[in-house]
């Protein structure tokens, strides 16, 4: 049993969360830890529904950390947002009592004109999160996703993600820390 199966979609993501944890690599993709395992997804809801398929079943529950891109200016970089609903193509499903609205993509979001659109019905957008949802609930498994804001998604967004990325890794493992010990 994997008690708990913590995500992230890359190993960059997740490099200084698995340095806190001082998580064991068992392969390119998973690591043991005190709290569980930690399961690098890869990026986009198809790549993480096939990589998540293979260990959900010997989970507990799952909670995924990962960064997320605001639909609107108000929201402040680098923010932290429990999730409580996560929508994808037609399907929306609404899995806490509060927190965030996430809409998963499957590519990155670079038009500002679309960003404002969809800013109605949403806060954040991701490319993992619904997968994520979508397959717990499928297997009855509990299930939490936290988004660190990581740009406002526009025209630079992946440069400045690619820029910033020790930095919000940095904050993640934070966060990290922070729920899990509070758990414990």
Known sequence: MLRTLITFATLK???????????QKISDF???????HILITGMGPQATKITLER?????ERV?????????????????????MLAAHESSTITFQKEGSRLLTLSAP??????????????????MEGHAIVDLAQQKNKPCLLF?????H????????????LPELSK???HYYAQYIKKKE
């Open 30 to 36: 998973l690591f043991a830890c005190e709290e569980g």
């Open 55 to 59: 260990f959900i079943d010997r989970a």
């Open 109 to 126: 979001l670079h038009d500002v004109t679309e960003r404002d659109r969809l800013s109605q019905s949403f806060d954040l957008v991701d």
């Open 13 to 23: 993501e997740a490099d200084e969360t698995l340095k806190l944890a001082q998580a």
């Open 153 to 164: 998604c526009s025209h630079t967004t992946s440069k400045e993600i690619r820029q910033r």
């Open 171 to 173: 904050k993640l493992a």
């Open 63 to 83: 909670i995924n950390f990962g960064i997320a891109g605001a639909l609107r200016n108000d929201i402040a970089l680098h923010s932290f947002h429990p999730i």
């Open 147 to 151: 988004k660190l804001v990581s740009d």
